[in-house]
C-alpha cells in the first residue's frame, strides 16, 4: 500500500505563487514518474505537469514557463512551484504516482491523493 499526501494549497491573488508538495509513503521500491493533476467545477482532470525516474519533465501547455515540477527521489516526494498564477489556474490539484512497489515488476500501481484546494483571485 502506498499514501499520496499533498500540502501546500490555498487562496492567493493573481499574479502570486504557491508551492504544492506531495509525500510518498508505504510499500515503494521504486517511483517511475510522478505527477500533478488538476480538475476545475464543470471541467475534466487534466495533467498538469510530470517528471519521471530519469528527472524529464512535462508540462501541459498552459503552464509552461509558469509552473515548475521537482522530485526528490531521496524523499519521495513531489513538488510544484506555481508562479503567475492566473484565475484560471484555479481547482483542485491531484498529486499521482506510478509506483514500482517491490522488485516484482508486475507489483506497478499507481496511487491518488486526496486533492487539495487552489483558488486564484481576481
Known amino acids: 500500500q502506498v499514501q499520496l499526501v499533498e500540502s501546500g494549497g490555498g487562496l492567493v491573488q493573481a499574479g502570486g505563487s504557491l508551492r504544492l508538495s506531495c509525500a510518498a509513503s508505504?510499500?515503494?521500491?521504486?517511483?517511475?514518474?510522478m505527477s500533478w493533476y488538476r480538475q476545475a467545477p464543470g471541467k475534466q482532470r487534466e495533467v498538469v505537469a510530470t517528471v519521471t525516474s530519469g528527472s524529464s519533465t512535462n508540462y501541459a501547455e498552459s503552464v509552461k514557463g509558469r509552473f515548475t515540477i521537482a522530485r526528490d527521489d531521496g524523499k519521495n516526494t513531489v513538488a510544484l512551484q506555481m508562479n503567475s498564477l492566473k484565475p484560471q489556474d484555479t481547482a483542485v490539484y491531484y498529486c499521482?504516482?506510478?509506483?514500482?512497489?517491490?522488485?516484482?515488476?508486475?507489483?506497478?500501481?499507481?496511487?491518488w491523493g486526496q486533492g487539495t484546494q487552489v483558488t486564484v483571485s481576481s
Open positions: 508505504g510499500s515503494i521500491f521504486s517511483i517511475k514518474a
Open positions: 499521482h504516482a506510478v509506483v514500482q512497489r517491490t522488485v516484482i515488476v508486475s507489483s506497478l500501481a499507481f496511487y
